[in-house]
């Protein structure tokens, strides 16, 4: 919360392209605070991002994402908005993470205060029904890592991260019609593996 | 279309965002009465509600002030690299356009030519070397001359326009290396 708090004192709007423009400015120019702005406002985005597409090392993949940003930061125009141009360098280099890697890994839930930790996130108290919430979504967690990445990046771009389909399209060099199909199928292929889980496992 | 999969559809929909009211009536109706459909939907809003309520681990307190400090050394790494780059081509460049323009001269200018290996021999203390280029030279000037004074005459009015572009075309591009350098390394040392 602390540093949310100081975020939100260094920078009046954060969706705001102007403001985001003279960040980049600032940061292109040596500075390190507006670099650092840039960072805490986006850091929970691409963490979860990394985390979803690829589940373990989130952070280091991230604080990697960001260096690359940084370099990129010459050629980017700065009167256009972070968002789109941050996740492109961030897919781009989740999917080269991910053909490096040959196992993949899955974000489950590995030990005991983890789950107590999604526990105490929950609001309902009933512990069966968060035991049961635990299951379900290492369910998801589990099915969302066997989601081929060309489904799963524009699954999590437009679901999580809200980003419109003509952005994606954009970030991804494909076309519209494109993109939606993709994320038409990785929702199916989610929706499908959950099913089964819970079939397999009696609800 | 049936209507299971007409429902099919605009659950979808519903997911993009782009339902209409009545479609929305109509699904609402539909999972009342299909269990299959009702069974398809719940999953579906399901799996949607836990990848968006996915638990994501908190980055570290030091990872801000932790990754600036990477990315600016990163920074300085990549303009460093750039410098020796550049450096290094200028060189490369420099080094083939001498070669060129001393070829040429010795080959159509015998004064140059003389001067020349005269400052190589000098240099080098070499008196091989030198015996040995001016033997080779004379031999491609009189196979040039051999083919007749037309022949030297086109040789001479094709590469002297030639070598006249290729050297205003090394000019310019000088510039741009010096502008790119000088901008690049004004971006590595304005610090706050």
């Known amino acids: 919360m602390l540093a949310e708090e100081q975020d939100k004192m260094e920078i009046q709007n954060p969706e705001s392209i102007s403001d985001q423009s003279d960040l980049i400015k600032r940061a292109r120019d040596g500075d390190e605070d507006a670099f650092g702005a840039i960072i805490n406002l986006y850091r929970h985005r691409v963490i979860g991002y990394c985390y979803r597409m690829i589940g373990s090392d989130a952070e280091d993949i991230s604080q990697e994402i960001f260096i690359k940003f940084y370099l990129a930061l010459y050629r980017f125009d700065s009167s256009k908005p972070i968002k789109p141009f941050l996740f492109r360098i961030a897919h781009n280099h989740c999917v080269d993470v991910l053909k490096k890697k040959t196992i993949r890994t899955i974000p489950f839930l590995k030990n005991d205060e983890e789950k107590q930790e999604l526990q105490v996130k929950d609001e309902r108290p009933n512990p069966e029904e968060l035991a049961q919430k635990a299951e379900l979504q290492n369910a998801v967690n589990h099915a969302l890592a066997t989601i081929p990445v060309l489904y799963r990046s524009p699954l999590i771009m437009w679901h999580v991260e809200g980003i419109p389909y003509e952005e994606i399209a954009k970030i991804l060099e494909l076309p519209m019609g494109t993109v939606k199909a993709r994320i038409h199928r990785g929702r199916k292929i989610l929706q499908q593996k959950l099913m089964s889980f819970v079939l397999l496992n009696g609800e | ?192």
């Open chain 2, 1 to 192: 279309m049936t209507k299971c999969e007409y429902i099919q559809k605009i659950m979808q929909k519903l997911t993009d965002g782009t339902i209409a009211d009545a479609e929305r009536t109509d699904l609402e109706q539909h999972v009342t009465l299909c269990r299959t459909c009702a069974t398809e939907f719940k999953f579906l809003q399901l799996s949607l509600d836990l990848l968006i309520s996915m638990p994501v681990p908190e980055p570290c307190p030091e990872f801000t002030s932790e990754t600036v400090k990477r990315a600016f050394v990163a920074k300085k790494d990549q303009v460093r690299r750039r410098k020796v780059m550049s450096l290094y081509l200028s060189s490369l460049t420099a080094i083939i356009s001498a070669l060129i323009i001393a070829s040429w001269s010795m080959i159509f200018q015998p004064v140059t030519r003389g001067i020349l290996l005269s400052i190589l021999r000098t240099l080098s203390g070499w008196t091989a070397l030198y015996n040995g280029l001016n033997k080779a030279i004379s031999v491609l000037v009189s196979a040039l001359a051999h083919l007749g004074d037309t022949a030297v005459k086109v040789v001479w009015e094709v590469s002297s326009p030639a070598l006249f572009g290729y050297l205003i075309a090394l000019i310019i591009m000088a510039i741009f290396i010096t502008i790119a350098g000088v901008k690049s390394s004004a971006l590595s040392l304005k610090r706050r």
